[in-house]
């Protein structure tokens, strides 16, 4: 049996990529796929790193890729655990190259005159291989990297995985066997750097074709996307997370909120809500802390404000010390974002307010607000592209009464109902 899944190409197409739902209000936001003029990755080196016989060439870094010499050759592709092959052809001198970026146990096969010359089975055991993460997220950061561990443990591999610098410091004491760099160390060591396999994480809003992922991301949630691409299991477990201080910021008890985020859609929109929540917090005993980075963003003509009687802890702190604030936490209340997604990672109780995203999009929690008599998850809907250049994007309601309401029609009542159900909340005091 036969599949269209391979091209002979001199070249490798970079992907649509563009950065998440679990954007955090401290990252810098991406432009939508149609609008990026620069790749959203360093490409591999145009000549496959891996050494076969007779000057072939080979290597898996972002498919499958093999340059052939000068002659006349047959090559046959295949998926060694479906029995697919994936492409054959007769071929003189050319780079072959897999349509399928994600991982694929691929087997390569190469005939002259009908004679074998060289087979392959892919095999990443005791191999370098590369991971690269899209800078300027939190949440899909820590949403993604379990799964690479557990790449890693599959295959017995060696792994070099590039995030933001910013990220670095939460993971690099907890997983001191993964290589963890920048974007600009690779460029900067890319010609000393040999890697068998490649792989790159992202949110693919326009691939049709699932090229660069098995399944599209709307429909399986942001963080399993990782378990697809790299055929784990896609079940969700939080990273690790190992702080050098982890000490208690305060000691009175504490809830941590975060009202801040990259797009309005994501924001509370309720002009009541926070203020209401926020009384009944400290009716309850509690101080409440805001850990956004800003105190005030949007874009004109709105602009958003952390809401009145919080303690202000915003500004340009490191996130081991964000993370530090909600590991201690009693809970923590915020939006589909990065800190709700650095909350989970470190054991946090998490209440997620949240319409433009379907709860299937993030990590479970019992504590998820939804309103499903209003619009809502329309991130989720593939007919909704979502515009990052677009502030105020709402797609099926922009510019009428109906704008945003999967989270103006949150009322404040509803979030408190569902605080009452956090174990051990302190009661209230009327």
Same mark, same amino acid.
């Given at each position: 049996?036969?599949?269209?899944?391979?091209?002979?190409?001199?070249?490798?197409?970079?992907?649509?990529?563009?950065?998440?739902?679990?954007?955090?209000?401290?990252?810098?936001?991406?432009?939508?796929?149609?609008?990026?003029?620069?790749?959203?990755?360093?490409?591999?080196?145009?000549?496959?790193?891996?050494?076969?016989?007779?000057?072939?060439?080979?290597?898996?870094?972002?498919?499958?890729?093999?340059?052939? /010499?000068?002659?006349?050759?047959?090559?046959?592709? +295949? %998926?060694? $655990?479906?029995?697919?092959? #994936?492409?054959?052809? &007769?071929? @003189?001198?050319?780079?072959?190259?897999?349509?399928?970026?994600?991982?694929?146990?691929?087997?390569?096969?190469?005939?002259?005159?009908?004679? /074998?010359?060289?087979?392959?089975?892919?095999?990443? +055991? %005791?191999? $370098?291989?590369?991971?690269? #993460?899209?800078?300027? &997220?939190? @949440?899909?950061?820590?949403?993604?990297?379990?799964?690479?561990?557990?790449?890693?443990?599959?295959?017995?591999?060696?792994?070099?995985?590039?995030?933001?610098?910013?990220?670095?410091?939460?993971?690099?004491?907890?997983?001191?066997?993964?290589? #963890?760099?920048?974007?600009?160390?690779?460029?900067?060591?890319?010609?000393?750097?040999?890697?068998?396999?490649?792989?790159?994480?992202?949110?693919?809003?326009?691939?049709?074709?699932?090229?660069?992922?098995?399944?599209?991301?709307?429909?399986?949630?942001?963080?399993?996307?990782?378990?697809?691409?790299?055929?784990?299991?896609?079940?969700?477990?939080?990273?690790?997370?190992?702080?050098?201080?982890?000490?208690?910021?305060?000691?009175?008890?504490?809830?941590?909120?975060?009202?801040?985020?990259?797009?309005?859609?994501?924001?509370?929109?309720?002009?009541?809500?926070?203020?209401?929540?926020?009384?009944?917090?400290?009716?309850?005993?509690?101080?409440?802390?805001?850990?956004?980075?800003?105190?005030?963003?949007?874009?004109?003509?709105?602009?958003?404000?952390?809401?009145?009687?919080?303690?202000?802890?915003?500004?340009?702190?490191?996130?081991?010390?964000?993370?530090?604030?909600?590991?201690?936490?009693?809970?923590?209340?915020?939006?589909?974002?990065?800190?709700?997604?650095?909350?989970?990672?470190?054991?946090?109780?998490?209440?997620?307010?949240?319409?433009?995203?379907?709860?299937?999009?993030?990590?479970?929690?019992?504590?998820?607000?939804?309103?499903?008599?209003?619009?809502?998850?329309?991130?989720?809907?593939?007919?909704?592209?979502?515009?990052?250049?677009?502030?105020?994007?709402?797609?099926?309601?922009?510019?009428?009464?109906?704008?945003?309401?999967?989270?103006?029609?949150?009322?404040?009542?509803?979030?408190?109902?569902?605080?009452?159900?956090?174990?051990?909340?302190?009661?209230?005091?009327?």
């Amino acid at each position: 049996m036969r599949a269209d899944d391979g091209e002979i190409m001199t070249d490798v197409s970079e992907p649509l990529v563009s950065s998440s739902a679990a954007s955090p209000s401290s990252a810098s936001t991406g432009s939508a796929p149609h609008q990026s003029l620069k790749p959203p990755f360093p490409p591999p080196p145009q000549m496959p790193d891996m050494f076969g016989p007779e000057n072939i060439r080979y290597d898996f870094n972002l498919g499958c890729r093999v340059q052939l /010499p000068e002659g006349k050759w047959f090559i046959r592709l +295949r %998926d060694l $655990d479906t029995d697919n092959i #994936l492409f054959q052809a &007769t071929s @003189g001198q050319a780079t072959v190259c897999s349509s399928k970026r994600f991982y694929v146990r691929f087997g390569i096969e190469i005939f002259r005159d009908e004679v /074998p010359v060289f087979r392959h089975e892919y095999d990443c +055991r %005791d191999q $370098d291989v590369l991971i690269q #993460l899209p800078v300027g &997220t939190l @949440g899909d950061t820590i949403g993604w990297f379990s799964y690479i561990e557990r790449f890693k443990e599959k295959h017995g591999c060696r792994i070099t995985c590039t995030m933001s610098a910013a990220i670095i410091p939460l993971f690099e004491k907890a997983y001191p066997d993964i290589h #963890l760099i920048t974007e600009e160390d690779l460029k900067n060591k890319r010609d000393v750097l040999k890697f068998y396999a490649t792989y790159t994480m992202g949110l693919f809003f326009e691939d049709k074709e699932n090229i660069w992922q098995p399944s599209d991301f709307r429909l399986v949630g942001l963080h399993r996307t990782a378990g697809y691409i790299l055929g784990v299991d896609p079940t969700e477990e939080p990273p690790r997370i190992v702080l050098e201080d982890d000490s208690r910021p305060v000691d009175q008890p504490y809830v941590c909120i975060a009202t801040q985020s990259s797009s309005q859609c994501k924001y509370w929109n309720n002009p009541y809500g926070w203020q209401e929540v926020i009384a009944f917090l400290k009716r309850c005993g509690y101080r409440v802390i805001c850990i956004d980075q800003k105190r005030v963003h949007g874009t004109h003509p709105v602009w958003n404000h952390i809401p009145w009687g919080v303690e202000d802890q915003t500004g340009d702190h490191p996130l081991t010390e964000r993370a530090r604030w909600l590991r201690h936490c009693e809970f923590f209340i915020g939006l589909s974002s990065g800190l709700s997604w650095l909350a989970w990672a470190v054991g946090a109780k998490v209440v997620m307010i949240s319409g433009f995203t379907h709860p299937v999009n993030e990590f479970h929690t019992p504590w998820r607000i939804v309103n499903y008599h209003a619009c809502n998850s329309c991130w989720n809907d593939p007919a909704c592209l979502f515009d990052h250049a677009n502030f105020l994007w709402c797609p099926r309601h922009a510019g009428s009464d109906r704008a945003f309401e999967c989270t103006r029609l949150m009322t404040a009542g509803h979030v408190i109902r569902v605080l009452k159900t956090i174990p051990g909340i302190q009661p209230e005091e009327i």
